[in-house]
């Protein structure tokens, strides 16, 4: 990873002042330290997760190779509770281009994926898409999505508010079809700007769609911005 080293989508390369690496890495850009590290066999993952058994009920970022570690734990008698894998969507602006159907396909392809998931009723099923919204509040990534920049040493504004890893208004449209198709969604989102496109793109769907008790939720949210006609509209 050098300067030329161009952030991939959902992830961010720390870099100083002149533009180099630092070697901190936020988010999906942890993968260019996760392809240096060997990867443990199948049964090593298994056994790994059959420790945190007893903390999970949920796995929030499952791909492919997650999915075969659960389901050898099933498999082999080794599953004591009940596990809902999200399918991890790493890049949902991808899906989101203008005038494109791209979205239509990958919906059915989550569909389906989802559908092989659902090995079991009782202890092992999918049905869940996770997606990022924004990254972390900590320095230096600061990459978490905020409604108001963030400060700087001194306690001034800077020009730096986070990143929003999706355009709001396709990502809506977006969860709209997810949610037709009987899919919840898990957004990871910390700040306030990030949480409020989530919540935004939940009441969409559901205005779009009706009450189809999607439990589509929020994880990790740090900052939550309610202006005062919600709050007072609510209150009421």
């Known amino acids: 990873v050098t300067a030329e080293t161009p952030d991939i989508p959902g992830g961010k390369i720390a870099r100083d002042a002149k533009g180099a690496p630092t070697g901190y890495f936020a988010d999906s850009a942890s ?49 004591p509770m009940r596990v809902r894998m999200a399918i991890y969507l790493a890049d949902p602006n991808a899906l989101l281009r203008p005038a494109s159907n791209d979205s239509d396909e990958a919906v059915a392809r989550l569909v389906k994926v989802s559908e092989d998931g659902d090995v079991d009723s009782d202890f092992l099923r999918a049905g869940v898409v996770k997606v990022f919204a924004d990254g972390v509040i900590e320095y230096p990534a600061q990459t978490a999505a905020l409604l108001k920049p963030y400060l700087d040493e001194n306690g001034k504004p800077t020009k730096h508010s986070g990143e ?37 793109a939940f009441a969409a769907a559901r205005a779009a769609n009706g ?24 209150s009421a």
């Open 164 to 200: 929003l890893y999706f355009d709001p208004q396709r990502f809506a449209r977006l969860v709209q079809k997810l949610d037709a198709a009987g899919l919840a969604v898990h957004v990871h989102a910390i700040g306030d700007r990030a949480v409020r496109a989530s919540l935004d």
């Open 211 to 234: 009450d189809k008790d999607n439990r589509h939720q929020i994880a990790h949210l740090r900052l939550v911005d309610l202006p005062t006609s919600r709050v007072s509209r609510s």
């Open 31 to 79: 993968i260019f330290v996760d392809e240096k590290i060997p990867s443990p066999s199948l049964e090593e993952k298994a056994a790994e997760e059959d420790v945190r058994l007893w903390h999970h009920f949920a796995d929030g970022r499952v791909t492919p190779a997650e999915e075969k570690v659960w389901r050898m734990l099933y498999d082999t008698g080794r599953l």
